[in-house]
């Protein structure tokens, strides 16, 4: 049985204009989804950052927005489509880190969406010899020593070759869409859409009322990043899919990682740029990832951890600070310890050098895993 409530989740992101952040913001202005479509124009008014056409918009288009939502309740119970909802605690908990995560998405398959280990594999649609058996390889060695869950978007090229390398390596994957559950798109995919199904899951916020739109494909980016602990671009031109979710995934404070290219490479010349304006770590090979992510591969003997009595009280506050957060940015740690920081950066030194601290992309330091 479905939630009473899950009608107004769905239709609140049908409404015009109103996208997830907004909609989050009306839910918890309005004291609840199902009060956003019985409150008055006075009201809905008064919500901050809410103008008069998004008003407007509300107040004429949410019966609509509440019919489709009808249609697509009795959609999903007909096709046995589980659905998510960003206020219940299935809810993938990356996912709902983000700001801009939807307020509902439905899912066709079965997947620990809060699984240990979960990455996300993109690139160009016009991916090349060398940039699929990379990506074979690469999900071969990641599934040998991690069995992480591999996202992407279904589509040519990158993101269908993640999917069969996962797939045949016995791996869960996700393919994120950007059309509704009835509609596989490419429909030459349609076949490898049904394995994922069967060995993980499809997954989409748009519901089975939902205009083909390209845009679509953009917005569905933000899951792709979402869902992972890091995204790593195999292949990608200068402009397209992949770079996006490389940029939202920066902006969620994930990692990015990409192989480097020749120069003049036509289709890896955005790997190198990403590389050149330092939103992508540079990788080669499993291990690089690993150190990246700090993942132990089951072939790593375990060492012993340095001791801490040699540290002074200031090292050891962000040892313990470090110890509750698992990694944190350095202005984090900044106001956490409250010491300049020039002489915060000098301790962050002492202790990397000292084995005690790992750093990553984006000024960020965790407890080295050793």
Known sequence: MFSELLKYYIAIELIP????????????????????????????????????????????????????????????????????????????????????????????????????????????????????????????????????????????????????????????????????LNIIYPFTHKNIANQISLQGALITDFTSQSIFDRKNFLSRNRIIAGLADATIVVESGKKGGALVTADIAVSYNRDVMTFPARVGDEYSAGCNWLIKTHKAALIENIKDIEYILGWMSKDDEPKQLPLFDALNEKEMQIINHLKNTDIDTIDNILHEIKIPMSQLSATLLTLELGGYIKSHPGKSYSLKKI
């Open 17 to 180: 204009n109103v996208g997830s952040i907004t909609a989050k913001k009306l839910i918890a202005c309005c004291g609840g989804v199902d009060a956003v479509f019985l409150e008055k124009k006075s009201s809905i008014s008064k919500i901050p950052g809410i103008g008069n056409v998004l008003v407007d918009s509300i107040l004429t288009k949410r019966d609509e927005a509440l019919k489709i939502a009808e249609i697509e309740m009795n959609f999903i119970e007909k096709n046995g489509i589980k659905t998510f909802v960003y206020t219940e605690k299935d809810y993938p908990k990356r996912l709902h880190a983000c700001d801009d995560s939807p307020v509902v998405f439905f899912s066709k398959g079965d997947v620990d969406f809060n699984h240990k280990k979960i990455l996300s594999v993109v690139g160009t649609r016009k991916a090349t010899d060398y940039g699929t058996e990379l990506c074979r390889k690469i999900i071969f060695d990641l599934a040998v020593r991690h069995k992480p869950v591999i996202v992407s978007g279904l589509a040519y090229g990158i993101d269908v070759c993640a999917h069969k390398a996962a797939l045949q390596n016995g791996l869960k994957t996700i393919a994120v869409m950007g059309t509704g």
